[in-house]
T-cell receptor, first 115, second 120 residues
Framework: GDSVTQMEGPVTLSEEAFLTINCTYT??????LFWYVQYPGEGLQLLLK?????DKGSNKGFEATYRKETTSFHLEKGSVQVSDSAVYFC??????????????FGKGTTLSVSS | GAGVSQSPRYKVAKRGQDVALRCDPI?????LFWYQQALGQGPEFLTY????????KSGLPSDRFFAERPEGSVSTLKIQRTQQEDSAVYLC??????????????????FGEGSRLTVL
């Protein structure tokens, strides 16, 4: 079945460092891809998304490009801030599921940024 | 309210007790999902409603789990005879559109903060 694999954390960085969180997927169809973020004490929030190959999602300085050839959707940010400390989840939606857009999540990667 | 609201935020149950978890989605949202998130894991799909209809319950781990959304708004996830392995955070999410609005959903789900269940 469809699945998402993301790099294990925790990832510990200093402020202004470059961030990459790797995410690869397995899917039989053509899924949409997402990054969700969970800040401490809050619910999951959509960070960015891409719905087809070569699309780039971006938000709050984060970017991720849908790479069909490598089945990847790596999350990047050029300069992280302390406020970016959170758990990041890569996810895909199975477009073939006519009943709804249920998401399949990776296990999450904890990012800790220190000043 | 402005967002998805879940209650209780924390629940401690003795093994064998029944529990009920409530989700109040964003007003007007057609789709409602329940997910289970074990410690250190990503959320895993449990069940999906489109309005009051439960269209997919393939993720429910056993017949001890039951969900309903009788009027197409508030939903309740009930777990009967709780076991220790049921300990997890239960997340509710809603989205504006249903699956029949098109083959391609936006996938933008709005999540509540979750209900953390601990079974002793």
């Amino acid at each position: 079945g469809d699945s998402v694999t993301q790099m294990e954390g925790p990832v510990t960085l200093s402020e202004e460092a470059f961030l990459t969180i790797n995410c690869t997927y397995t899917a039989t169809g053509y899924p949409s891809l997402f990054w969700y973020v969970q800040y401490p004490g809050e619910g999951l929030q959509l960070l960015l998304k891409a719905t087809k190959a070569d699309d780039k999602g971006s938000n709050k300085g984060f970017e991720a490009t849908y790479r069909k050839e490598t089945t990847s959707f790596h999350l990047e940010k050029g300069s992280v801030q302390v406020s970016d400390s959170a758990v990041y989840f890569c996810a895909l939606s199975d477009r073939g599921n006519q009943a709804g857009t249920a998401l399949i999540f990776g296990k999450g990667t904890t990012l800790s940024v220190s000043s | 309210g402005a967002g998805v609201s879940q209650s209780p935020r924390y629940k401690v149950a003795k093994r064998g007790q029944d529990v009920a978890l409530r989700c109040d989605p964003i007003s007007g949202h057609v789709s409602l999902f329940w997910y289970q998130q074990a410690l250190g894991q990503g959320p895993e799909f449990l069940t999906y409603f489109q309005n009051e209809a439960q269209l997919d319950k393939s993720g429910l781990p056993s017949d001890r789990f039951f969900a309903e959304r009788p009027e197409g708004s508030v939903s309740t996830l009930k777990i009967q005879r709780t076991q220790q392995e049921d300990s997890a955070v239960y997340l509710c999410a809603s989205s504006l559109k249903g699956g029949t609005s098109g083959r391609r959903g936006t996938g933008e789900l709005f999540f509540g903060e979750g209900s953390r269940l601990t079974v002793l």
